[in-house]
């Protein structure tokens, strides 16, 4: 590295398990880049001073994740579209009048990953099934609205959440967040009790939620009534064969695992701040998962 070093990190807090540095760091020295990307642990309440900071220090730019993705939001100068419908803000760049741009990459990640893991499915193909309603569930949901999918179902414990996503997405113009005729009636919530019925005739089902991740119970949701032909994904990615995809698999569905969002999103970042668009290979993605 020289003193002319491009600059990006991801702030987070905390921040010491995120695997973005090592997922940049290989990019960085793969494509001989004269750069760095530094992980930042920054505390909540300290996060918008330190994004406010960034020009001033000389970085292009930076990530965000939690739980700072909604501060990030509040900060920045000027939002992109898909970061306004979200939400929240992933990546930071820093434009050539030194204003802070916010982006969110988290839905461009989930659909090239399931893209990338399955050429042969498409979102227009039928209804997509998404459990959860946090942020990552938001980040999904947009995604496959935006790529044409006929119905989005929502499945979550607490169904007030679902209900305010499936509102927020499908408002009148003009009402605030996430706002589009084009989505309204697209998102649908069924009731948790009830939400083995949300399978039936599915094209997709996506865990958003962190059941089936090490060290918690698996996703609670019997597979009877999904198509075999459907794809399922679970953005856990630790372990890789969560127990969702490990039913899936056995009765013959189509699956792809949860390491190539995290990969994906992070190309739109690298791209800016860096000025090569990155390619995601097996090889990255043993490199980063043995991190
Ligand atoms: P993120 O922003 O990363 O998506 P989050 O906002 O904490 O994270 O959301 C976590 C998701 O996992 C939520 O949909 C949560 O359901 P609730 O809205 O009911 O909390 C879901 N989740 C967490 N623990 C769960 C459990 N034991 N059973 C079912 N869903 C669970």
Known sequence: ???????????????????????????????????????????????????????????RGCNVTVPLKEIAFRTVDLLD????????VNTIVVDEDGALVG??????????????GCPDWSAERGPAVVVGAGGAARAVVVALLDAGAPE?????????????????????????????????????????VSRETALDGAGLLVNTTTQGMAGQPPL?????????????????????????????RARGNPVVDGIGMLLHQARPGFQAWFGVEPQVTPDLTRFVLEG
């Open 152 to 192: 989005v179902r929502l499945i979550n414990r607490t169904a007030a959440r679902a209900e305010e996503l499936a509102a927020d997405l499908g408002a009148d113009p003009g009402a605030g967040l996430g706002s589009d005729p084009a989505t309204t009636g697209r998102v649908t919530v069924v009731d948790w």
């Open 220 to 248: 609670d949701l019997r597979l009877d009534a999904l198509p075999v032909s459907a794809l399922v994904n679970d953005i856990v990615y630790a372990p890789l064969e969560t127990p969702l995809l490990a039913a899936a």
């Open 1 to 59: 590295m020289t003193g002319k070093a491009k600059l990006a990190g991801v702030m987070g807090w905390p921040i010491g398990h995120s695997r973005s540095p090592r997922l940049h760091g290989y990019w960085l020295a793969q494509y001989g880049i004269d750069g760095a990307y530094v992980p930042l642990a920054v505390a909540p309440d300290r996060a918008e001073q330190a994004i406010r900071a960034l020009p001033a220090l000389g970085f």
């Open 81 to 88: 579209p898909v970061a306004r419908r979200m939400g929240a």
């Open 103 to 116: 982006g969110n990459t988290d839905g461009f990640g989930f659909l090239e990953n399931v893209k990338a």
